[in-house]
């Protein structure tokens, strides 16, 4: 691992790691093979990073949340994305923000402290089969009946969609009004929900580990004060005030597995021997190492500057829009070419860098594609 200390990781967040670093250590890596099989973590994995302060890192301790910054959150990403585990506690704080953000009160205390405890995961399901990028095609619809809202419809993509006992949906509440002024949030409690009903594990080519499934929604009543905002019709707004939170925590993801493919790939150049030398020995290895590092470390200043200005308060849209762009690519070129200086083992999935090269691809897509950051960040020029 390149050692490089960032500017953001105080004492209190170096202490941080180390405890996340052994409890994933400790608690995650031994279950891996089974959590791939299984295609999502056992779900006592989610009480047990709660009990150990995984969950929520940075949502304050009044709603049961780790009261930390964003440095902490990214520490938690960091440490699992150098440990090769899937485990999308992202997802967790992003819901978590959605509900600070926008929740009420009785909201914020209903649903938070259990989500930092992880005794209820949390999914956020904007996609639909017939909308990602593009969402104000969403077709979900939920229709006011009373006291409840009326839900029906489908999402697919979803993240920690099996075990989420708490979904944050993108809905249609006025099918008249223009699309951007039609979607709302609603907050589903889905245990013993009628009408609801979760779609086996989606087969991915990478991410095995992760818990991505469809959602169907069939007449489901969910009471009106789900709504998030108080007020219907502001959900496409929320989604674009948050999802650069989301964005950024892909980043953090990108860069920590660069680090990592350099890591691993020098450590097999040293020790995988060809032509009677390590493959260090030979030039063109030595040469693409050191571009993928120099690259890596690029990504590292960018990064970190971002997470400083993010803290801060001043990191606008628009970097983040270019670093979840940038690094992201920047992370599979480095892991391609990583795979390339693996050789056939490379290919393997026994080995750490043939995961990461079909784990990682899916950065390039999710969370706003790079083509609509690119969209992004063209129009504001
Ligand atoms: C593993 C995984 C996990 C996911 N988790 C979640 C989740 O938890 N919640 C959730 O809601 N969604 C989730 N998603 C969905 C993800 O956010 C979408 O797949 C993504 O936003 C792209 O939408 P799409 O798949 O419909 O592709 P499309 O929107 O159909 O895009 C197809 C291609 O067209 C390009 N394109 C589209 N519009 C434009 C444009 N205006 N300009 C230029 N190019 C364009 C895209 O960049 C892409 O290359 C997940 C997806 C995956 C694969």
């Known amino acids: 691992m390149i050692d490089h200390q960032s500017s953001w990781a105080t004492d209190d967040v170096r202490m941080f790691r180390t405890m996340v670093r052994q ?6 890596l031994p279950h891996q093979a089974r959590w791939r099989q299984q ?28 009261g930390g910054t964003f440095a902490h959150e990214a520490v938690v990403l960091e440490e699992l994305a150098r440990a090769g585990v899937d485990f999308a506690s992202s997802i967790q704080t992003i819901v978590a923000r959605y509900i600070l953000a926008y929740g009420t009160e009785h909201q914020k205390r209903r649903w938070l402290p259990p989500m930092a405890a992880g005794g209820l995961v949390g999914a956020i399901a904007m996609s639909e089969p017939g909308a990602g990028s593009d969402l104000q095609g969403i077709k979900t619809i939920a229709r006011r009946d009373g006291d409840h809202y009326v839900i029906n419809g ?17 809905v249609k ?3 008249t009004a223009t699309p951007m002024r039609g979607i709302s949030l609603i907050v589903i409690e889905t245990t013993k929900l009628p009408g609801y009903q979760v779609g086996g594990s989606l087969e991915k080519v990478g991410l095995q580990a992760q818990d991505t499934c469809e959602l169907f929604f ?39 597995n660069a680090e990592r493919a350099v890591a691993i790939t020098t450590a ?29 470390r690029i990504g590292r200043v960018f990064l970190d ?24 690519d920047s992370e599979c070129r480095i892991v391609d ?7 056939g083992y490379g290919y393997m999935t026994e080995y750490p860098i043939a995961r990461m090269w079909t784990d990682s691809r899916v950065h390039r897509i999710y969370a706003g594609t790079n083509e609509i950051m690119k969209e992004v960040i063209g129009l504001s020029l």
């Open 305 to 328: 500057h971002c997470i400083e200005r993010f803290i801060a308060g001043e990191l606008e849209d628009l970097t983040t829009a270019m670093a979840k762009y940038w690094l992201t």
């Open 173 to 175: 509440t006025d099918m």
């Open 268 to 296: 097999h150049a040293k020790e995988r021997r060809a032509f009677g030398k390590s493959l260090i020995d030979f030039q063109n290895t030595r040469f693409k190492l050191a571009e993928c590092a120099t690259e890596a």
């Open 23 to 28: 409890f994933i250590q400790r608690e995650f």
């Open 218 to 256: 069939d007449d489901v009543r969910v009471p009106v004060d789900h709504l998030l905002g108080g007020v219907e019709g502001r959900g496409f707004a929320q989604m674009m005030e948050q999802l650069p939170y989301e964005r950024l925590t892909v980043a953090v993801s990108a860069v920590a």
């Open 154 to 170: 489908s999402k697919t993509f979803i993240t920690n969609g099996c075990n989420a006992g708490l979904v944050c949906a993108a």
């Open 39 to 66: 295609h999502r973590p056992d779900g006592d994995a989610w009480t047990a990073a709660g009990r150990a302060g995984l969950l929520l890192a940075d949502v304050p301790e009044e709603y049961g949340g780790g």
């Open 337 to 343: 070419e990583c795979v390339q200086l693996h050789g």
